[in-house]
């Protein structure tokens, strides 16, 4: 009998809405599974209580690196500046930031469960990539953010070159593109390369861009990939694709998705502007 395992799309800070939707599905953490799509934080009104409740559920829950958890990471290196919308002074100033912000660089950038025959990560999969590589190109970052020179990393981490995936890439350079791939992804262009400008709904965008799971030269094959990122898109489902992002901060809906079950219905708990 499968262990019964949902998948929540970007939290963002809003505990709150996380709260309610974990009632509505009866949420045990010792009995299910979880997988989180990333962004856990920043924009929302309560990263600290989002962190504090992920952390404390242990092996339960699995969650993915996305791009603002990524930006707390370099927030809390030093190695950044405050942006505007930001909202993680509480997690920065709290009597835990060590402990968290430890807990944090320890979760994986790509994680793959072969029973679901699903790979979890937050944006998308490059042009070429098959899972074994993704997988592979992830611990690469993995690696690095465990280590003692995360700092390093951190203070290289935002550009958008280089944009085109080559074996021959090496040192940053391969980690900056596997973090602007698996993290920041929306489209690409014909010849393979990211574009991280456009962020609208597939039809929105200029000649010569395609969604990243509709390039021709996508390689995951028939395993399901589960993602958020894109709120633009909602909650989508093929066969080999699940996109859960429904914008609970912007005041749509956050969103949950049993995925042992081939017939489930998403679970959607309606959110107030602001993720409350």
Known sequence: MSVATWAIGDLQGCHAPLMRLIDRIDFDPAKHRLWLVGDLVNRGPDSLEVLRWVRAQGDAVCTVLGNHDLHLLARASTRTTLRARDTLDAVLQASDADELIDW???????????????????????????????????RRVEEVLRGSDWRDLMAVLYGDKPDRWSPALSGYNRLRFTINALTRMRFCRRDGS??????????????????????????????????????????????????LDTGCYWGRSLTALRLDQADAQPVSEPCRKGGL
């Open 104 to 138: 944090l660089r320890h979760r994986p950038l790509a994680s793959f469960d072969a029973s679901l025959d699903a790979l979890l990560v937050h944006a998308g999969i490059p042009p070429g990539w098959d899972v074994e590589t993704t997988l592979g190109e992830a």
């Open 194 to 243: 990211l574009d991280m400008k456009a962020k609208g709904p597939p039809g929105s965008q200029t000649p010569g861009l395609v969604p990243w799971f509709e390039h021709p030269q996508a390689a995951w094959g028939a395993t399901r990939v589960v993602v958020g990122h894109w709120s633009a898109l909602g909650c989508t489902r093929r066969a080999n694709l699940v996109t």
